[in-house]
């Protein structure tokens, strides 16, 4: 079954991979934890985490669980919120876990951390059985469908197109349908 034996060893290898030890490589290891024990996923290839942030706690989740945005078996919904869904993809069974947000904001870094390590599972989290649905491309392996945009001809992958509803040979991608994050440089 996959786990985290080690609390602190892991803590180490996460700080050294993100480039400090902070309250969110704490949280992000216990969330971990707990998320891997109540989904008792027996290998990386039956699991999936999907990420409600973009801060320290996805680290310190990718070096203690294994996934990889890449194998696409990290997936994320930016919430803005210190919590993950743990997915057992043989089983289907999900749990979504959460920090209790009752920090020692009060503390010194050092004391806080420490302080959070000394809780237990009950006290530092909260967590929930939940039900995620996956598209056909939304699962790890090879692409389940490739298409070119019938604008820009960029290649598209698993289902990430928008139909134009002028049939399948005309599918634009989602900057072609609506619009980029980036604008061209006219210098």
């Known amino acids: 079954m996959l786990k985290v034996d080690d609390v ?58 294994g996934v990889r945005l890449g194998r696409r ?7 803005g919120k210190m919590a993950a869904t743990f997915v057992n993809t043989k089983t289907g069974q999900a749990w979504r876990v959460a920090s209790r947000g009752d920090s020692d904001n ?21 967590w929930q059985q939940v039900r995620v649905a996956f598209g056909p491309g939304d699962l790890p392996g090879p692409p389940e469908r490739i298409v070119q945009c ?22 634009l991608c989602r900057a072609c349908a609506f619009g980029t994050y980036y604008q061209p440089f006219a210098g």
Do not use: W
């Not at 009060?106 to 909260?126: F, H, I, S, V, Y």
């Not at 698993?158 to 049939?167: I, K, L, N, S, W």
């Open 150 to 171: 019938s604008r820009c001809g960029e290649t598209v992958l698993d289902y990430r197109d928008v139909p134009t509803g002028q049939g399948q040979a005309d599918p």
């Open 73 to 79: 078996s990290l997936k994320f919904q930016d919430y």
């Open 8 to 65: 602190q060893a892991t803590l180490k290898d996460c700080e050294a991979f993100h480039g400090h030890l902070c309250m969110g490589q704490v949280m992000g290891v216990r969330m971990a934890k707990k998320g891997l024990e109540l989904i008792a996923a027996e290998d990386i290839k039956d699991l999936i985490v999907i990420v409600e942030n973009d801060r320290c706690i996805t680290d310190a989740i990718i070096m203690a669980t």
């Open 106 to 126: 009060g503390l010194p870094p050092d004391q806080a951390r420490a302080a959070a390590l000394a809780k237990t599972d009950a006290e530092l989290l909260r």
